[in-house]
């Protein structure tokens, strides 16, 4: 089977040599767990290790926010985006809801192999709400043909229109990482509830606080096509970015 690498030593190993190509991932946790930056380890890499071309679609952080954050970790972003082998975009949620319509636009340009959606959360809420217009690819006419014609409440309608926009960037058969937001106290794989049960796989990041220490520590919880190592998986986020920790002898 083919597979796409993080390029991080100890994932990939958890992960029996990476992603199976093509799996749509849902990566999960709280504020400040490392999802961007495990996003971003994964496009760089992709595109410097592999020569894999890479798309990031962010929806909080702009491209400015990027470089930056990208740098703090002595990545140089502009440089793969020069040999493109990168290209970032910045999805503003608060201009309206053509999401589909320009990541069609760019992945057919661009044609990547792997991509980023971070995060998937700042995006459905605002599919959501800007879904419930008339303008909008995902209207409430349109979802609600396809459901049957029994009064549907809000948080139906708004499953209706993830699982559809889930289903649509499946189509692309890409290796895709979606980042969702997990409140410290919730009990389930992803902000809406309904993303783990579509995604091919899911993946948590954990921080928890103990005495004067922190720890971080990463879960595969499901990969289809593949087997994995269900340990938890301590790591740290170092000024070189994500690194996954010896396993303790
Ligand atoms: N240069 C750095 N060196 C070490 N750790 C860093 C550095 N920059 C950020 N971090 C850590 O990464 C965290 C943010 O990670 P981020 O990927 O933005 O999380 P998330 O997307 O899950 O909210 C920060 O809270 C900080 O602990
Ligand atoms: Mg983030």
Redesign the pocket.
Known sequence: MERTKFGIQGLDKALMGGIPNGNLVLLS????????????QFLINGASLFGEKALYIST??NLDELHK?AS???WDLKKLEEKNLLRIIFFDITHGANFLKEVDAVIKEFQPKRVAI??MTTLTDALIIGGMGEKSEFSLVQVVETVSPIPRTEQIIAKSILYKLISELKKYKLTTIL?S?LYEESKRLSADGITEFIADGVML?HYIEIGVGDYRSLEVRKMRYSDYDKDIIPYD?????IVIMEEPK
């Open positions: 946790g709280g504020a400040g767990t490392g999802k961007s930056t495990l996003c971003m909080e952080q954050h703090a970790f002595g971070d995060s980042t937001e990041m986020i170092t000024p070189k970015g």
